[in-house]
């Protein structure tokens, strides 16, 4: 099994920067898919990066110019930088990683952006 934690969440005003950080931890090696996901007040957990075994990325419209999801070579850490923030993107942001056993996510840490 795999556990995840988040970390580098906070509080900024918009137009500012963030970097979240995510900490893989457990059967790493099974791992073949990492990402991030948000979820704001009253609405469904979405999909906001992801990153594939093979490097491929993935983002979501809302914030393919401003987000970049990265990797460590050894697949256990990956990271969103996040730029020009917007008080659209408070929420709480989860890490998932892919596994043969299906997805796992980390407890989620608190992005707020006021404006």
């Known amino acids: 099994q795999v556990q995840l934690v988040e970390s580098g969440g906070g509080m900024v005003q918009a137009g500012e920067s963030l970097r979240l950080s995510c900490t893989a931890s457990?059967?790493?090696?099974?791992?073949?898919?990492m990402g991030w996901f948000r979820q704001a007040p009253g609405k469904q957990r979405e999909l906001v990066a992801e990153?594939?075994?093979?490097?491929?990325?993935n983002y979501a419209d809302a914030v393919r110019d401003r987000f970049a999801i990265s990797r460590n070579n050894a697949r256990n850490r990956w990271f969103l930088q996040m730029n020009s923030l917007t008080p659209e993107d408070t929420a709480v942001y989860y890490c998932?990683?892919?596994?043969?056993?299906?997805?796992?996510w980390g407890q989620g840490t608190q992005v707020t952006v006021s404006s």
């Open positions: 990153i594939r075994i093979d490097g491929g990325t």
């Open positions: 457990g059967s790493v090696a099974s791992i073949y898919g």
């Open positions: 998932n990683a892919v596994t043969k056993w299906g997805n796992t």
